[in-house]
């Protein structure tokens, strides 16, 4: 069972933020295009055994879903669990000065 708590030891990594920042750029990534974007565009260099930990710590928080397509996995943004926080504590409250 996901909790809120798995969402923001997910989002406490600065790494994990970039990765979700590729896939709400572009979904449907594989794990090579998300090694290359770390490195191209945040001089980000990890190895593909690290990205791949990320990503499942992602998943596991529900922020990611992945679909194999032969040997190919491709990896998704999924922005439900965030919203959930967002309904949990709205940012519009009208009691709000």
Do not use: Y
């Not at 590729?22 to 449907?28: E, F, H, N, S, Y």
């Not at 943004?77 to 000065?97: C, M, Q, V, Y």
């Amino acid at each position: 069972m996901r909790s809120v708590a798995d969402v923001f030891r997910a989002l406490d990594d600065e790494t994990r933020r970039l990765l979700l920042d590729g896939l709400v750029a572009r979904g449907g990534q594989t794990l090579f295009e998300l090694c290359t974007m770390l490195v191209t565009r945040h001089g980000l260099s990890s190895t593909r055994q690290a990205i791949s930990q990320h990503l499942g710590v992602l998943e596991e928080a529900g922020l990611v879903v992945t679909e194999r397509r032969g040997r190919t996995k491709l990896h998704w943004f999924r922005g439900e669990p965030l919203a959930a926080i967002t309904e949990r504590w709205p940012t519009d409250r009208e009691d709000a000065p």
